[in-house]
């Protein structure tokens, strides 16, 4: 158990409808990453916000949108859903600043879009 | 892209051998690090290894990096069944901004 919680563990939704994942990080850490992984693509480097402000964006789509409340939770928004948004999301997090730390990664989320 | 490619993308051992896997990055890091997935599941860190450094152990486990080829390894010694899984490295170019590889799926044979 890496001490990251996720909700839900499973979603399966329409096309063009919007979810909202959430994130739980470690106790103690201050950085939140999210991640898509599917199969064509990878694992995907999203966004990190490190104490509740964005910090690296990486590969988001407009249509997806995050952001990291007072309690250091984090939820990502995906909207306007296509088939192609089905993967998995892993939210990580980190002690975060200015040293490298490693990542302790959630159990993720199985988005499906029907 | 900036992603790292690991090679093999697949690799089946026996108990008891030993597993190699690299890893090959586009451009310049502050460190490389690696993980584990077992199947479907959240990725579990293993071992960082910094720009400044060439070689690091972890139990079984050691990590090569040569900054001059934008490469590293990862050596399982021993390996076990328990060691299936999928490996994979991250560089961390831009600070907090990790970029991983395709993955190396490695069976281990009882």
């Known amino acids: 158990d890496s001490g990251v919680t996720q909700t839900p563990k499973h979603l399966i939704t329409a096309t063009g409808q919007r979810v909202t994942l959430r994130c739980s990080p470690r106790?103690?850490?201050?950085?939140v990453y999210w991640y898509q992984q599917s199969l064509d693509q990878g694992l995907q480097f999203l966004i990190q916000?490190?104490?509740?402000?964005?910090?690296a964006k990486g590969n988001i789509l407009e249509r997806f949108s995050a952001q990291q409340f007072p309690d250091l939770h984090s939820e990502l928004n995906l909207s306007s859903l296509e088939l192609g948004d089905s993967a998995l999301y892993f939210c990580?997090?980190?002690?975060?600043?200015?040293?490298?730390?490693?990542?302790?990664f959630g159990p993720g989320t199985r988005l499906t879009v029907t | 892209s900036q992603q790292g490619e690991e090679d093999p993308q697949a690799l089946s051992i026996q108990e008891g051998e030993n597993a190699t896997m690299n890893c090959s990055y586009k451009t310049s890091i502050n460190n490389l690090q690696w993980y584990r997935q077992n199947s479907g599941r959240g990725l579990v860190h293993l071992i960082l290894?910094?720009?400044?450094?060439r070689e690091k152990h972890s139990g079984r486990l050691r990590v090569t990096l040569d900054t001059s080829k934008k490469s590293s390894s990862l050596l399982i010694t021993a390996s076990r069944a328990a060691d299936t899984a999928s490996y994979f490295c991250a560089t961390d170019v831009a600070g907090n901004q990790f970029y991983f590889g395709t993955g190396t799926s490695l069976t281990v044979i009882p």
């Open positions: 290894i910094r720009s400044n450094e």
């Open positions: 990580a997090s980190s002690k975060g600043g200015v040293t490298v730390s490693e990542q302790y």
């Open positions: 106790s103690g850490d201050l950085s």
């Open positions: 916000y490190y104490n509740g402000e964005e910090r």
